[in-house]
């Protein structure tokens, strides 16, 4: 099964940066779609972007152009470039893996705009991220 663990949470200022890292193992990237999620207190997960096997990004509306999706060489580690931050963007943030399919949510987001429910994922533990305004 494949593990995630995510790096990288932290403070920052509305209008700062931070960089999410999530290192996969267990993992074989050319067969499985990864995105990044986040979930407040009090709100159910939001998925954020996505990225498949070819390189493929997806975003929603909420952090296009703000938010950048990407991968290392290796394909083995996922990253969350967030510049702009907003005090809205606090929350848990977690990456996901999801097996190739037709009906994934992670390889196919616009299918779904990124909605859940999200069935059959593999999670990591999550980092904190806080915005200060």
């Known amino acids: 099964q494949v593990q995630l663990v995510e790096s990288g949470g932290g403070s920052a200022e509305s209008g700062g940066s931070l960089r999410l890292t999530c290192t996969a193992s267990?993992?074989?990237?050319?067969?499985?779609?990864l995105g990044w999620f986040r979930q407040a207190p009090g709100n159910e997960r939001e998925g954020l972007t996505t990225?498949?096997?070819?390189?493929?990004?997806y975003y929603i509306d909420a952090v296009k152009g703000r938010f950048t999706i990407s991968r290392s060489a290796d394909k083995n580690t996922l990253y969350l470039q967030m510049n702009n931050l907003k005090p809205e963007d606090t929350a848990m943030y977690y990456c996901?893996?999801?097996?190739?399919?037709?009906?994934?949510?992670?390889?196919?987001?616009?299918?779904?705009?990124?909605?859940?429910?999200?069935?059959?994922?593999?999670w990591g533990q999550g980092t904190q991220v806080t915005v200060s305004s």
């Open positions: 996901a893996a999801e097996p190739l399919s037709p009906y994934s949510v992670l390889c196919v987001p616009a299918h779904t705009g990124l909605r859940g429910p999200y069935i059959g994922l593999n």
């Open positions: 267990r993992f074989t990237y050319s067969t499985y779609c």
């Open positions: 990225i498949d096997s070819d390189g493929t990004t």
